[in-house]
């Protein structure tokens, strides 16, 4: 069986490591590579991206060299997700490929994305007491101060790209199909806005609604590498990726 290469986006403020668990229960012809973003995990040493044309074109670098004929995929949460569409329009117009398949998790769809407040421009504890409320950062973590002088920086950084950012729509959709995971209770993504992703592709584009809030992916990560596995190894077992 021909094997896969699944690319993974972090979600604002997230590194690689939000992904290390599920190598766990990966298929093993999926080959699960985590990326790592500046600023932060492996790369914390490097400076973090001023905008989201920055952060596309960091992530074209890392994956650049590792593209050739073996069939591959992009998965992306929350920002990740918008990062994951723009990487794969980015991917076509470079080298003419595009991932057999994308899978979108806890994200608007770009055209919908110019609706969020400017969270990044709120004093520190405003902006921690907002983000909290999401679900995704611990407690414990929270109340640890020096710990936030560090996070709190790298989270609104990321938070400043997907707010400034500023769709444009390309000369042509997304040649691939896409699955799109949403939580039930998630206060940032509604289902209809889920919905809305079927606009970006010129293939079938499935909404997979999960029991959760914004993060759900942290309750339910075997469920959700379950559905990636079935996926990814049908399409190969049915030569779609000939």
């Known amino acids: 069986m021909k094997q896969v290469s699944l690319f993974c986006i972090p979600y604002a403020g997230g590194s690689s490591h939000v992904y290390h668990s599920w190598k766990e229960w990966?298929?093993?012809?999926v080959n699960l590579i985590p990326i790592e973003l500046s600023g932060r995990g492996k790369r914390f040493a490097e400076p973090m991206v001023e905008s989201m044309d920055e952060a596309i074109d960091d992530?074209?670098?890392?994956?650049e060299t590792r593209l050739d004929d073996t069939p591959f995929s992009l998965f992306g949460h929350s920002m990740g997700g918008l990062l994951a569409y723009e990487?794969?329009?980015?991917i076509r117009k470079k080298i003419g490929q595009e991932p057999?398949?994308?899978?979108?998790?806890?994200s608007r769809p770009p055209h919908l994305n110019n609706n969020f407040n400017r969270l990044h421009l709120?004093?520190?504890?405003?902006f921690l007491a907002r983000i909290s409320l999401l679900g995704g950062t611990p407690s414990e973590a929270l109340e640890n101060q020096e710990l936030m002088e560090i996070f709190t920086p790298i989270i609104k950084r990321d938070y400043m790209l997907f707010e400034n950012y500023r769709y444009a729509p390309p000369e042509e959709l997304l040649n691939c199909p896409l699955t799109v995971f949403t939580g039930i209770h998630d206060m940032t993504v509604s289902y209809s806005e889920a919905l809305a992703w079927k606009e970006h592709t010129a293939k079938e584009c499935n909404?997979?609604?999960k029991n959760?809030?914004?993060?759900?992916?942290h309750n339910i990560t075997q469920q959700i590498v379950n559905t990636v596995n079935s996926i990814l190894t049908d399409s190969v077992n049915n030569h779609e990726w000939r």
């Open 26 to 29: 990966v298929h093993p012809n």
């Open 59 to 63: 992530l074209y670098r890392i994956l």
């Open 87 to 90: 990487l794969s329009h980015k």
């Open 100 to 106: 057999k398949h994308l899978f979108i998790s806890a």
């Open 122 to 126: 709120l004093e520190d504890s405003e």
């Open 207 to 209: 909404v997979l609604q």
């Open 212 to 217: 959760g809030g914004h993060f759900f992916i």
